[in-house]
């Protein structure tokens, strides 16, 4: 199976790290979004990454449907058998996916946009969702149980991406969450090498 990713992608780091987690090996073949690459466009008509493409000739995008695919075919079940743990992996792996999106809004606001065009509205609109939410994982801090799912590497994927582009803007007064990558770290060693990477 081949992924194309980029490195700095948080929901690729999600993806490549739950893909070792259940014992799939794929080959990963780095890829720029802005270029519009053949190879993406033509099986995600969306050009966003991270896409999967299965053996089969299959096109999966979107991180969540990649995730739920890996879930299905590794040799280690991603999700909680139990209907009420699974969900809550799902809304903390929503969670975590929300968080993401506004944070790249904001990084692609300051790139994409003249700067006398940039919008701090906008920019300060996400950051309250962002806070909202970092907030809301500080004071729930996620539970390393026996058993790592989709939303512990979802959360990791997302506090690398915050590490990688917001370094000391974030976790002012949350102790207990700026701590977590250490202890998630200590579970999933692979963790310092497919977190977000510039």
């Not at 780095?30 to 033509?42: G, I, K, S, W, Y």
């Not at 695919?69 to 996916?97: F, I, S």
């Not at 907030?135 to 790592?148: A, C, S």
């Amino acid at each position: 199976m081949k992924l194309l990713f980029a490195p700095a992608s948080p929901y690729s780091s999600k993806v490549r790290m739950a893909a070792r987690h259940v014992g799939i090996e794929l080959e990963e073949i780095r890829v720029n979004t802005a270029e519009n690459p053949a190879e993406l466009v033509d099986n995600n008509p969306l050009g966003k990454i991270p896409t999967l493409l299965t053996d089969d000739g299959i096109a999966i995008f979107d991180s969540r449907a990649i995730m739920r695919y890996l879930h299905r075919m590794g040799k280690t079940r991603l999700y909680p058998k139990k209907d009420e743990k699974q969900t809550e992996a799902d809304v903390l792996e929503a969670l975590a996916d929300g968080i993401c999106d506004s944070l790249l809004a904001i990084v692609y606001e300051k790139r994409f946009r003249p700067p006398e065009l940039v919008s701090q509205d906008a920019i300060d609109r996400q950051w309250a969702k962002i806070n909202r939410g970092l907030d809301h994982l500080d004071r729930h801090l996620p539970k390393l149980g026996k058993k790592l799912h989709g939303g512990h590497f979802a959360v990791a994927a997302m506090l690398g991406y915050l590490m990688l582009r917001f370094p000391g803007e974030w976790e002012n007064g949350r102790a207990a969450l700026a701590a977590w990558p250490a202890d998630f770290a200590k579970r999933f060693e692979a963790y310092p090498a497919l977190r977000p990477k510039a």
